[in-house]
């Protein structure tokens, strides 16, 4: 696609509820990234992957927090056991890879656990 | 630490006029430099990036960034605002570490752009 798609848009879950959350890079985007932004505030880092390996996932919050891009296109953040603290904009990005290469962001998934 | 500051919560300027969005980093070495747009309810938007050369940049929607190597600084600017300028304003560095983390960005804490008509 021209652009990175993420979806759902908007996501309301109950707490305790498991959530999925999708995104569809560039085509040819080799890297991939997920962050989590709060109301006014920056991206936090979450995880990055280079094609299927997933590099650092030292962002992710707790162990409830589980991302995997099993053929280095498609990626998909999976959230166990939603929690109110989960309550953010998760926004997934995308880019060649290598330096200085620009990071292409989604329109974000809006979270809101309840 | 490595950081970026954007000194500014918010900046409000009429519209027509000049604005200027503040970006100044603490990183090693020569890093690359980044300003992202993001309206409400919508993601970043890329606006421009300093890689090497000319240290004044050009992005889209006619804004430019000046980087300023002796001052570890990287400015937002244009030269007559719109209403529809208004949004969030995030800077970001690219540190270049070591190659095993050379993808990580460095994030500013964003500044409100506030165009008055």
């Known amino acids: 696609g021209a652009g990175v798609s993420q979806s759902p848009r908007y996501k309301v879950a109950k707490r305790g509820q498991d959530v999925a959350l999708r995104c569809d890079p560039i085509?040819?985007?080799?890297?991939l990234f997920w962050y989590q932004q709060a109301l006014g505030q920056g991206p936090e880092f979450l995880t990055y992957?280079?094609?299927?390996?997933?590099?650092?996932k030292s962002g992710l919050p707790s162990d409830r927090f589980f991302a995997e891009r099993p053929e280095g296109s498609v990626s998909t953040l999976k959230i166990q056991r939603t929690q109110q603290e989960d309550s953010a904009v998760y926004l997934c990005?995308?880019?060649?890879?290598?330096?200085?290469?620009?990071?292409?962001f989604g329109e974000g998934s809006w979270l809101t656990v309840v | 630490a490595q950081s970026v500051a954007q000194p500014e919560d918010q900046v409000n300027v009429a519209e027509g006029n000049p604005l200027t969005v503040k970006c100044t980093y603490s990183?090693?070495?020569?890093?690359?430099l980044f300003w992202y747009v993001q309206y409400p309810n919508r993601g970043l938007q890329f606006l421009l990036k300093?890689?090497?050369?000319d240290n004044l940049v050009k992005g889209s929607y006619g804004f430019e960034a000046e980087f300023n190597k002796s001052q570890t600084s990287f400015h937002l600017k244009k030269p007559s605002a719109l209403v529809s300028d208004s949004a969030l304003y995030f800077c970001?560095?690219?540190?270049?570490?070591?190659?095993?983390?050379?993808?990580?960005?460095?994030w500013g804490a964003g500044t409100k752009l506030i165009i008055k008509p």
């Open positions: 970001a560095v690219n540190p270049l570490g070591p190659m095993d983390s050379n993808y990580q960005l460095i």
């Open positions: 990183v090693s070495g020569n890093p690359y």
């Open positions: 300093y890689i090497t050369g």
């Open positions: 085509s040819g985007h080799v890297s």
């Open positions: 992957f280079q094609n299927e390996a997933q590099l650092d």
């Open positions: 990005a995308s880019s060649l890879g290598g330096l200085g290469n620009t990071i292409y």
